[in-house]
């Protein structure tokens, strides 16, 4: 992300009174949104965007992790100027995930045969692949399988797969060694099932001019909390519509 873009979606985020985390740190969520809906505390996750445009760009190689995220999210999109030393902020559009639920299957559409392939592909292999790929041995080690899978998983992830004990150490046997080896080659392959950058159309955009998803000020932060209050009573058990942090569960 550009300075520039950065400094844009920090002043969206000041104006609706969201929380920001300014590292990204939350697993890709840009803010979030705590509202109560008839006394029940909900926390939204908020994807943030600014564009010059009249299209709004995402991310690099979006795949169906970004798909999933998307689909829980509100976004809140601004637009504004093209004045090349101050933008000037022009309007915003507060979109809940079923007013992105059209262009998000669009996109969803486009890579999803790469990852059925992806998928279909990694289970296909057996141990003769495996004993190609990482020499024929009775049992492996966390050597090996680190050797074969990199970083894609944590330390924990590792030692759970010593699933064996030969002579009193822990090895990992020829079935879970081949469990690794297709979850590496579905990475492989799924890396290659992606969009670069897909922009958030202006014929999708455009089907929203005039209605309430065009927020105005100086009631930034009202009337995006009326919108989402508005999305949690009408789909009570949406995925997006998450219970708030701490929040007692039912009796």
């Known amino acids: 992300m550009s300075v520039q873009d950065d400094e844009r979606e920090r002043e969206l985020v000041r104006m609706f009174n969201l929380d920001w985390d300014p590292a990204h740190q939350r697993a890709g ?3 979030l949104l705590d509202i109560d809906v008839d006394g029940r505390p909900c926390r ?4 943030v965007k600014s564009s010059t445009g009249t299209t709004v ?16 999210k509100l976004f809140v999109i601004g637009f504004y100027s093209k004045e090349a030393r101050r ?18 299957a669009s996109i969803e559409a486009k890579i999803l045969i ?3 392939l992806a998928r279909h592909a990694s289970e296909r292999l057996v141990l003769a692949d495996l004993f190609d790929v ?8 966390l050597d090996d399988a680190k050797r074969l899978h990199k970083q894609q998983w944590t330390v924990a992830e590792y030692e759970a797969a010593l699933d064996v004990d030969l002579e009193g150490k822990r090895r990992i046997s020829q079935a879970k060694m081949l469990e690794i080896l297709q ?24 089907t929203f001019a005039g209605s309430n998803r065009v927020v105005s000020g100086p009631n930034w932060a009202s ?7 508005e999305f949690v009573r009408a789909n009570p058990g949406h995925p997006a519509a998450m219970a708030r942090p701490g929040t007692p569960g039912p009796a």
């Open 223 to 229: 009337g995006i909390r009326q919108i989402a209050i």
């Open 44 to 47: 939204l996750e908020v994807e």
């Open 134 to 141: 990482c020499g024929k041995k009775e049992t492996y080690s």
């Open 183 to 206: 979850l590496r080659s579905k990475y492989i392959a799924e890396r290659g099932a992606t969009l670069n950058n897909p922009h958030v159309t202006k014929a999708h955009l455009d």
């Open 114 to 116: 790469d990852f059925k």
């Open 87 to 104: 933008p000037e902020l022009q309007r915003c559009l507060c979109l809940t995930p079923i007013d992105m639920e059209p262009w998000i």
């Open 57 to 72: 760009s995402t991310a690099r190689d979006v795949g169906m992790e970004h798909i999933q995220k998307w689909r829980r």
């Open 29 to 31: 969520v840009d803010a």
